[in-house]
């Protein structure tokens, strides 16, 4: 029923720019937390940054802070991750999830649904 699906990956040099698009399901998807999770070969799935059900909160991993931005359009049911500055430990593939709540958590097992997944990769 729900489905999250991403956009905007690709390939850009160190120093540049990426604007992560998620589109939501649903007429709900409003009354949730939504967050963006980034996974690079052999390594655990972590948390880059999250946002709460109206927006009026925001949390960042230590590793994007001041670099990343993560925004929302409930009216479209759509979440963004501006990504600035990038740099090549960035590259991972980036995925989108709708938390079990309205609050924002840092936590793979508190979100419910899932998108496919975008490859971001950053070159130096």
């Known amino acids: 029923q729900v489905q999250l699906v991403e956009s905007g990956g690709g390939m850009v040099q160190a120093g540049g720019s990426l604007r992560l698009s998620c589109a939501a399901s649903?007429?709900?998807?409003?009354?949730?937390?939504m967050g963006w999770f980034r996974q690079a070969p052999g390594k655990e799935r972590e948390f880059v940054a999250g946002?709460?059900?109206?927006?009026?909160?925001?949390y960042y991993a230590d590793s994007v802070k001041g670099r990343f931005t993560i925004s929302r359009d409930n009216a479209q049911n759509t979440v963004s991750l501006q990504m600035n500055s990038l740099k090549p430990e960035d590259t991972a593939v980036y995925y989108c999830?709708?938390?079990?709540?309205?609050?924002?958590?840092?936590?793979?097992?508190?979100?419910?649904?899932w998108g496919q997944g975008t490859q971001v990769t950053v070159s130096s």
């Open positions: 649903g007429r709900t998807s409003s009354i949730y937390g």
């Open positions: 946002i709460n059900w109206n927006g009026g909160v925001t």
């Open positions: 999830a709708r938390s079990r709540t309205n609050l924002v958590r840092t936590t793979a097992t508190t979100y419910d649904y």
